[in-house]
């Protein structure tokens, strides 16, 4: 079991580029939860996708959008870079939305 | 809102000793989950251990355990026979069921060093 795998490692884009991540679920796995962890705090939920569908989300701008594929892998979109917006986003899945989350490695977002 | 507070930025201990993580939280609910989250270097995040609140039991996994107080709305992560490799950031998270649940919400960490 290869456990949550995050794509790429770490990124660098300047300021109004827009990057794409990318989340391989655990297997088994159904549900994407995707958070923002800035440097020295603790991950800040972004939003969650299940079915395909986002069903929530936390207070974050419409620059960030995501997807979630048939085989429950999952993508987000952060448009419009701001160099706030550098961060290690880590990607968490689960089977269904109240059971254990297991964490991705994360990627590195660097903005200059 | 919903909020986890974790007091200790930084905290160090001697390996083979005890250390314990305070964490408090708010929300007005009445069914939510808490975890202990640990974070190395790596940056991968593992769970640590995880408390049903409707449980009055105190959660227990090998060497750490936690002092639930549900009225107070704490939270402690107790370290026995700390090792080098329980150095670490430790997150103390909180998940509601139910209205808005299923996403975790941190505190802001702490950092703990095992010293040899």
């Known amino acids: 079991d290869a456990g949550v795998t995050q794509s790429p490692t770490h990124l660098i884009k300047t300021r109004g580029q827009q990057v794409t991540l990318r989340c391989s679920p655990k297997?088994?796995?159904?549900?994407v939860s995707w958070y923002q962890q800035a440097l020295g705090q603790g991950p800040q939920f972004i939003f969650q996708y299940y079915e395909e569908e986002e069903r929530q989300r936390g207070n974050f701008p419409d620059r960030f959008s995501g997807h979630q594929f048939p085989n429950y892998s999952s993508e987000l979109n952060v448009n419009a870079l701001l160099l706030g917006d550098s961060a290690l986003y880590l990607c968490?899945?689960?089977?269904?939305?109240?059971?254990?989350?297991?964490f991705g490695p994360g990627t590195r977002l660097t903005v200059l | 809102a919903q909020t986890v507070t974790q007091s200790q930025p930084e905290m160090s201990v001697q390996e083979a000793e005890t250390v314990t993580l305070s964490c408090t939280y708010d929300?007005?609910?009445?069914?939510?989950?808490l975890f202990w989250y640990k974070q190395p270097p790596s940056r991968q995040m593992i769970l640590v251990i995880r408390?049903?609140?409707?449980?009055?039991q105190n959660a227990t996994e090998n060497r750490f355990s936690v002092n639930f107080q549900k009225a107070a709305k704490s939270f402690s992560l107790k370290i026995s026979d700390s090792q080098l490799g329980d150095t670490a950031m430790y997150f103390c998270?909180?998940?509601?069921?139910?209205?808005?649940?299923?996403?975790?919400?941190f505190g802001q960490g702490t950092e703990l060093s095992v010293k040899p």
């Open positions: 408390q049903e609140a409707y449980k009055q």
């Open positions: 968490a899945s689960s089977w269904g939305d109240y059971n254990e989350q297991f």
């Open positions: 929300t007005s609910e009445n069914n939510y989950y």
């Open positions: 998270a909180f998940m509601h069921l139910y209205n808005q649940g299923g996403k975790l919400i």
């Open positions: 297997s088994g796995h159904d549900t």
